[in-house]
């Protein structure tokens, strides 16, 4: 069984995106659709671009590096767990990191200036997917700002197991805590190929889709 090109598959994501922003009475324009691109090549990445794809995900040090040398225009987000001692690594070449999720993670990439979001954790009961408890995003959006770090907003994964709708409110609380600190922490980065949709009626502002885009990877 053959799935359809890269092309078709990217107009249909582009179109649900488009729809599900309608119908929840949002501007599609308001909407960053990330395409993640982990484990796939950079011929693929290229032919993104090509396409008109702006914004990249990436879940793994070098190969992250590696992939934003090759296309130095796009804009790079990384998306993955981050080991301390890779975070200053990470900040030159990524133009947003979504997973702060710790005081030392904070501390490893003080006076950097990078573009951060604070990753939370919306399953409470499993501290392996990493994420910050909701009621700590205030306390590191501080630290944070403290640092010196342009903090832009909250990022999450939904958890398996439970409708996303109600892990995105957890999600909507904890970004409100954010702002309480950080006015202009207005990002929502949400969403991926099987609950975009959710996360779309939920007010997310950049998606992060991968599969559902570029087919199934190959680790
Ligand atoms: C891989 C990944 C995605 C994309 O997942 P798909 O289900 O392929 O859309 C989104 N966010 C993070 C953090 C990821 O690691």
């Known amino acids: 069984m053959s799935s359809p090109p890269l092309p078709d598959r990217l107009a249909a994501v582009r179109q649900q995106v488009a729809d599900a922003a309608r119908e929840a009475g949002r501007d599609p324009a308001g909407i960053t659709t990330i ?12 032919e993104l671009a090509d396409l008109g794809v702006s914004d990249f995900g990436e879940s793994r040090h070098p190969e992250a590096r590696d992939k934003a040398a090759a296309l130095p225009h796009a804009t790079w987000h990384f998306v993955g767990s981050l080991q301390t001692n890779k975070a200053r690594q990470v900040a030159r070449y990524a133009d947003v990191v979504h997973s702060v999720d710790r005081p030392g993670l904070v501390d ?10 604070i990753q939370i954790d919306l399953a409470g009961d499993d501290p392996g997917r990493g994420g910050a408890p909701v009621e700590d ?5 501080e630290q944070a700002l403290a640092a010196g770090l342009d903090v832009r907003g909250v990022m999450a994964v939904a958890p398996l197991g439970e409708d996303p709708a109600r892990a995105f409110d957890r999600l909507n609380r904890a970004a409100e805590r954010l702002r ?14 099987g ?3 959710q996360a779309i009626a939920a007010g997310a502002t950049h998606l992060r889709i991968g599969s559902a885009i570029t087919g199934p990877r190959r680790p």
């Open 35 to 46: 395409v993640v691109t982990k484990f796939q090549s950079i011929e693929l990445i290229r």
């Open 108 to 117: 490893a990439l003080g006076g950097t200036g990078a573009a951060v979001l």
């Open 137 to 141: 995003a205030p306390v590191l959006g």
């Open 180 to 193: 309480a600190v950080a006015p202009g922490a207005s990002w929502m980065s949400a969403g991926m190929s």
């Open 195 to 197: 609950d975009f949709r």
